[in-house]
Each structure stands twice: as C-alpha cells, then as structure tokens.
C-alpha cells in the first residue's frame, strides 16, 4: 500500500483543518462528508459499500491497521477510499475524538439512501410501506440516544427508521459511534412533517402507537400485536408532541415500577422495538 505524500506533521494542514471542521454539523451539510474515529467502523464501511473520502493513520500504526485491512478485504481493502494519508503521532492524538485512540480516522460521503428529506408532500410510494416495519423518532436529540436507536433497530429487524426533522444528526460523530456501523445499512429517512406521515400510515391500515403516559393507553405487553403495528418515541424530556399523538391511532406505555418516572429514550425505544417485533 502507497500512502499520498509525505507524513502530516502540522496540525495546520489543509487535509486536517478540513477534518476538525467535520464537528460541526454546518460544515457537515455543506459539504456532505462526516467523519468517524476507529477501525471497526471503518470495517464497517467499507464491507457496506460507503463511499470513502478519506482515509488517516497514525504514523505508528498505519502498517498494522493496513495489514489488518487487507486480511479481510484483500485487495479491494482500500479501493473505495480516494485517498489514505499518514498522520504524526503527535497530531493524530490531538485530532481524535476518542480517549484511547485506534489510529485510523475516516471521512465518507452521506449515505443518501438514510437521509431522504420529504418536504411538503409524502407519496403514496413513500407511505406505502406495506412489509416493512418502522419506528418513528420526535425530537429525540441527543446524537448518543439516535445512534443508540440505530443500533438497536438494526439488531431486532426494524425495516425503516423515520425521524422528524428537528432530530439530532445522525452523522455527528457520537450517533455515528454508538451506532456501532449499523448506521450504514439502516434505512433512515428524515421529514418535515412526522405527524402527516404518522396520518398517512393511518389511512393506509396500520395502527400506529404513540408511546406516551396516557389515560387511555395499553401497557405493553398487554395486548395482541398486529403485522404493520408502528411506534412513535419522543423526546425523553418533554415526551411526544400533542400535534404527534393526535395523530396517532393508539398510545402504549411501557410498565415501571414506581421507582423510576421514566426510561431513557433509547432503552424506551429498544423495549418498544423487542415487543413489537415478537
């Protein structure tokens, strides 16, 4: 393996100035690259077909990472990435967004299949839907907690994921994190208006559950879930919006004892997500 040019040095560079700016969602949209620290995502990637940008190693373990690469994707290891730069030690470590840094830090094109803005009309295509199996996301914004969503909706079969718009970024470095890779295989779409889709889901013969503390609503577990059943999770804070739960067909609670007001939102959604995918 041939690395472009001559082992950064600087933490002025052009080629790292434009990494750190990464953080910044703006700069993300803008130029619609994101980046992610560590090798297992990195794995992950490139075994899911993402376009690579760039690719940086820390100069004492570019060898070995590459070594490792290779094993497991042979020579086809590095062909989505246009470029592999070599970092100093002492400038990788200052650039990383992990305490105990693995070495190889990468920025890849978004993936355009998770991020479908739907602004003022959903199709009837786009609600259709008819096998798969959705959960839907309000205002949860904490990147750690969508990540975490991500990760768990991939492990127990969610088909397609919907957020509403003001949801946190699913590329900023700690949603891609806890995702754990699974951020680039999930079916993700963002809209602008969650309670018209939650309507459009409706119309279509779905029943669609508002997870919310209400008078009316059945416990989990409670009753008999039905093929094309949905979930709306909200904000763990201030919980679903009334505009959102009006919209919604049914409301589910999850029981508790009494010894805790609440769950966090990715364990609410992870619990919601297991019961209704039994």
């Not at 472009?4 to 990464?22: A, D, F, M, P, Y």
């Not at 096998?131 to 750690?144: A, F, H, K, N, Q």
């Amino acid at each position: 393996m041939r690395f472009e040019g001559e082992v950064i040095r600087s933490r002025q560079n052009k080629n790292i100035v434009e990494l750190c700016k990464l953080s910044d969602r703006r700069a993300r949209e803008a130029s619609r690259l994101f980046r992610f620290d560590g090798i297992k995502l990195l794995e992950e990637a490139i075994g899911n077909g993402t376009r690579i940008k760039c690719i940086f190693l820390r100069e004492s373990s570019s060898e070995c990472i590459v070594k490792r690469l290779e094993d497991r994707f042979g020579d086809s290891a590095f062909e989505r990435a246009e470029r592999i730069l070599v970092v100093s030690d002492d400038v990788f470590e200052r650039i990383s967004e992990e305490k105990s840094p693995e070495g190889v830090i990468t920025v890849a094109k978004y993936i355009d299949k998770l991020q479908k803005i739907v602004t003022i009309y959903y199709s009837a295509d786009f609600l259709e839907m008819k096998d798969e199996r959705i959960v839907l996301l309000e205002s949860v914004r904490d990147p750690s907690n969508i990540g975490a969503v991500i990760r768990s909706a991939a492990a127990l079969g969610v088909d397609r994921m919907i957020l509403s718009e003001d949801c946190a970024d699913i590329y900023h470095p700690r949603a891609v994190r806890a995702s754990m890779g699974t951020l680039f295989n999930q079916r993700i779409d963002r809209v602008s208006d969650l309670a018209e889709v939650i309507r459009g889901l409706a119309e279509s013969g779905r029943r669609v559950f508002a997870a919310a503390l209400d008078s009316s609503a059945s416990v989990l577990g409670a009753f008999e879930r039905q093929t094309g059943d949905c979930v709306v999770i909200g904000n763990e804070g201030h919980g679903l919006s009334e505009r959102v739960k009006a919209a919604c067909t049914h409301a589910v609670v999850i029981p508790m004892s009494e010894r805790a007001e609440s769950f966090n939102a990715a364990v609410a959604a992870s619990i919601l997500m297991w019961e209704f995918s039994k």
